[in-house]
């Protein structure tokens, strides 16, 4: 059975940092592009970072350039999440997702920056 299981997320205060992970188990993790999604209490689902099958490729939504780093290690079926820099604007439930034959997503993290 397929499972993304995000561990890592917490209050933290502006400007600390967090690291997120998402353990996937039940699929071709390797063949699978990995993304993270955050969405915030009333309002919409926002993608935030995404990167390829072999670790190569990565894209940024704009307000986390610079900031978050996403990564993975397919040796570990698991994808992380480095965020720096937080603000309190980056408060949100953190999803991870596979896309590939099917889209599959985690259960969320709280991600909650303040002081």
């Known amino acids: 059975q397929v499972q993304l299981v995000e561990s890592g997320g917490g209050l933290v205060q502006p400007g600390g940092s967090l690291r997120l992970s998402c353990a996937a188990s039940g699929f071709t993790f390797n063949s699978y592009t990995m993304r993270w999604y955050r969405q915030a209490p009333g309002k919409e689902r926002d993608f935030v970072a995404r990167?390829?099958?072999?670790?190569?490729?990565?894209n940024y939504a704009d307000s986390v350039k610079g900031r978050f780093t996403i990564s993975r290690d397919n040796a570990k079926n698991t994808v992380y999440l480095q965020m720096n820099s937080l603000k309190p604007e980056d408060t949100a439930q953190y999803y991870c997702?596979?896309?590939?034959?099917?889209?599959?997503w985690g259960q969320g993290t709280q991600v909650t920056v303040s002081s």
């Open positions: 990167i390829g099958t072999v670790a190569g490729s990565t």
């Open positions: 997702s596979a896309w590939g034959l099917r889209t599959y």
